[in-house]
Antibody
Framework: QLQLVQSGAEMRKPGSSVNVSCVASGGTFSSYAISWVRQAPGQGLEWLGGINPTFGTANYAQNFQGRVTITADNSTSTAYMELSSLRSEDTAVYYC???????????????WGKGTTVTVSS | DIQMTQSPSSLSASVGDRVTITCRASQRISTYLNWYQQKPGNAPKLLIYAASKLQSGVPARFSGSGSGTDFTFSISSLQPEDFATYYCQQSYTGRTFGQGTKVEIK
């Protein structure tokens, strides 16, 4: 059974960057895409982007274009999400999730990491 | 970007009630629509994918329907463990979540 294990909580100052990792165990990492989703305190879910580890191709939400970079290392079954130019509004729990295709064309997130808390404060 | 609008944003219901949540997409998305449940402090959990397919292990009291722009999620008989926040999410272009519906105890 696939599990996604995320790196620990981070504290950053405004203007800096943060890199969160997501290690896949118990499954074939490169078979499926990985998405990154965040949730600010008391708020809803927001998709940042995703990557297909097989091809190394990433796509990003328009709101985060230019500020987020998602990469994958198939040799270690690890996906990474780097967010730069941090501001206080980026304080949130960041989740990775397996983004699995359904033959009809839908993609759904069926396995989630437990989340990484990123706090941005001066 | 495709916008997803859920309604209501919150509701109060009793154990045994039927609960229905709607989700509207800003453009047609076929059946590329999923539903998640989230409890405080936990990651979201997939309940329904492709608008109406029940995820393995999810109780049959959960169901979904719709296509195009209008979708419905229902719980046929609300159980104590169902009090949570529910989100719709489209995968037609990128990924977008609805703003969530909090189901509270009446």
């Amino acid at each position: 059974q696939l599990q996604l294990v995320q790196s620990g909580a981070e504290m950053r100052k405004p203007g800096s960057s943060v890199n969160v990792s997501c290690v896949a165990s118990g499954g074939t990492f490169s078979s499926y895409a990985i998405s990154w989703v965040r949730q600010a305190p008391g708020q809803g879910l927001e998709w940042l982007g995703g990557i297909n580890p097989t091809f190394g191709t990433a796509n990003y939400a328009q709101n985060f274009q230019g500020r987020v970079t998602i990469t994958a290392d198939n040799s270690t079954s690890t996906a990474y999400m780097e967010l730069s130019s941090l501001r206080s509004e980026d304080t949130a729990v960041y989740y990775c999730a397996r983004d699995r295709p359904y033959y009809g064309g839908d993609y759904y997130m069926d396995v989630w990491g437990k989340g990484t808390t990123v706090t941005v404060s001066s | 970007d495709i916008q997803m609008t859920q309604s209501p944003s919150s509701l109060s219901a009793s154990v045994g009630d039927r609960v229905t949540i709607t989700c509207r997409a800003s453009q047609r998305i076929s059946t590329y629509l999923n539903w998640y449940q989230q409890k405080p402090g936990n990651a979201p959990k997939l309940l329904i994918y492709a608008a109406s397919k029940l995820q393995s292990g999810v109780p049959a009291r959960f169901s979904g329907s719709g296509s195009g722009t209008d979708f419905t999620f229902s719980i046929s008989s609300l159980q104590p463990e169902d009090f949570a926040t529910y989100y719709c999410q489209q995968s037609y272009t990128g990924r977008t979540f609805g703003q969530g519906t909090k189901v509270e105890i009446k």
